[in-house]
């Protein structure tokens, strides 16, 4: 199979499930092996192993924490191994988290950091000691970094830093002819997006969450997984060689 990315070699965490399993097949598509990273979704893995696998990519599942550095680098190590090298990063793992200031403990900072931003930026130092010039590393972030939304500072926050840390690796990066970048993806259909829904609309608004989705985006709509897969496999293309330090605003004109 021909492509794009013929011949690049991907790691994707969180790439059972939601944006993670679209951004493993469209990487695949565009003709990259790819290796999908899972903490708990064995079976899902496993299946989207087997569904890349039967279309003449290689593809290999492989359970990790992210969470845990010591984990993020045997993750990177065995995802090299397995695969011949590592040429691309995106780094999609996350978990969600909305609560009022006065209810936020110290343990819930730490969890909801130690995924989104800690095991983001520690997933791209591991990732990188396996690439050579022309790697690329996506991260994510989210719409909700760049819009006030009720109770959610804790989730917005680890997410913002994601953005920083892309703006700052790049010059450093860029030295070795790697290119990071970010996507925000807003309100995508996922299995995530099905529990927090009714989170995102403001407890004073009457109205329920497709309301307000349809007057607070220009498209009306969320966002399809391949949607923002797309978006992933044109930052790790050739055609973004010359793009890096940068997020991608993929969140339907949210207004």
């Not at 192993?49 to 045997?74: F, N, W």
Request: aromatic share 6%.
């Amino acid at each position: 199979m021909n492509g794009k990315l013929s011949g690049k070699k991907a790691l994707v965490t969180g790439g059972a499930r939601g944006i993670g399993a679209a951004v493993a097949r469209r990487l695949a598509s565009d003709g990259a092996d790819v290796a999908i990273n899972y903490r708990s979704s064995s079976d899902a893995a496993e299946a989207l192993t087997a569904e890349i696998s039967g279309t003449g990519r290689r593809a290999v599942a492989i359970k990790a924490d992210v969470s845990d550095p010591d984990q993020i680098k045997r993750l990177a190590d065995e995802a090299a191994d397995a695969l011949g090298g590592l040429d691309i990063l995106a780094s999609n793992a996350g978990i969600e988290h909305f609560g009022e200031l006065d209810t936020v403990t110290p343990a819930d900072f730490d969890r909801i950091f130690a995924v989104n931003t800690r095991g983001q930026f520690f997933a791209v130092q591991n990732a990188v000691r396996h690439m050579r010039e022309g790697g690329r590393v996506v991260l994510t972030s989210s719409a909700s970094a760049h819009k006030a939304v009720f109770h959610h500072a804790l989730y917005a926050s680890s997410k913002a830093a994601v953005e920083c840390i892309a703006l700052n690796l790049s010059p450093e990066l860029g030295r070795r002819g790697i290119t990071i970048n970010a996507v925000a993806p807003g309100g995508t259909v996922t299995d995530m997006s099905d529990h927090a829904a009714s989170h995102y609309v403001h407890p004073d608004v009457d109205a329920d969450f497709n309301t307000v989705i349809r007057t607070s985006s220009s498209l009306g709509r969320m966002a399809r997984p391949a949607e923002i897969a797309a978006v992933v496999s044109f930052l790790v293309s050739d055609d973004a060689s010359f793009i890096t330090g940068r997020t991608v605003q993929a969140d339907g004109g949210w207004l």
